[in-house]
């Protein structure tokens, strides 16, 4: 048996990813593999490095720093979190990840980004936890519009959830079979087509592919919940997912609202773990 932990993005709403993922790793739940999605795999490798509440402590402590987020930031970079801070200064100086433990954990971790040129998703194993693989965790968060596209080698990418949102399908084709999934959306919610694509053909008339999957990004994240949902009813796939809407900015400010997601998460977790140890073998 293999088991993995799939974490989608939602920005801010991963806070609440990120207090089940401290529950679990209070509670020494271990994954043969993880793959995260934009915050979910910016917030999800601290799963790997095993630094418990470290995604509340820093996103707490920097809300209301511009540089972490904010619209000047997008004005004068391009980029709405700001790269040097996000992907250098706070990782490396102010709340230092642990690199070290990271790669010597033998938990694979995996983010999706999606390339530019032909709209598909790409998968990446993060090994050292560091600049190369900060590179990848970044490209996986960049969103269209939002963010510049990332240059790693010769290629550009672009946020993994243009791709593939959910990467349920990757990890099951791996072989894993024991799989949980963290959503930061309630059971009810179905994504809907905004009407922005006209926008977005404007703005992104350059990148084709990208535009394609869009168009279509509201329909395919759906048919991954349907799949989840049979799934889930089969008892083949353990879900774990906000009772109700979060209802938190995509650049929240407010320490308070960080701090009430990132409980509703924990709160989720310590509900569902005795069922969760027993989905996974592990009472």
Not at 33 to 43: D, H, P, R, T
Not at 47 to 66: E, F, G, T
Not at 133 to 138: N, S, V
Request: hydrophobic share 35%.
């Amino acid at each position: 048996m293999k088991t993995g932990l799939i974490f989608e993005g939602g920005a801010m709403r991963g806070l609440f990813s990120a207090g089940v993922q401290d529950v679990l790793l209070e509670n020494k739940i271990k994954f043969d593999g993880a793959i995260g999605v934009s915050a979910g795999a910016a917030f999800g490798v601290n799963y790997k490095s095993h630094q418990v509440a470290r995604v509340l402590r820093y996103n707490v402590r920097y809300a209301r720093d511009p540089r972490l987020a904010s619209w000047q930031s997008w004005l004068k970079t391009g980029d709405l979190y700001g790269t040097d801070f996000c992907y250098r200064e706070l990782p490396e100086e102010l709340d230092v990840f642990d690199a070290q433990t990271f790669e010597h954990d033998p938990m694979e971790f995996w983010c999706v980004a999606t390339d530019v040129e032909t709209g598909q998703p790409v998968y990446h194993k993060l090994v050292k936890g560091q600049t190369a693989d900060l590179q990848w965790i970044r490209a996986s968060s960049s969103i269209p519009v939002f963010a510049r596209p990332v240059k790693i080698g010769n290629r550009y990418y672009w946020d993994g959830g243009v791709s593939d949102s959910i990467p349920l399908d990757f990890f099951e084709k791996r072989g894993y079979d024991r799989n949980v999934v963290v959503l930061t959306q309630p059971k009810s919610y179905r994504k809907v087509n905004k009407h922005t694509y006209p926008i977005l053909k404007l703005i992104l008339h350059k990148y084709p592919q990208v535009l394609k999957r869009l168009k279509t990004r509201a329909d395919d994240y759906n048919a991954v919940l349907d799949k989840i949902a049979r799934q889930q009813e089969a008892s083949k796939l353990f879900v774990v997912q906000p009772p109700q809407a979060l209802r938190i900015g995509t650049m929240e400010k407010d320490p308070a609202q960080l701090k009430r997601v990132y409980e509703i998460g924990r709160r989720t977790m310590i509900k569902q773990l005795p069922a969760l140890k027993k989905y996974l073998g592990q009472s």
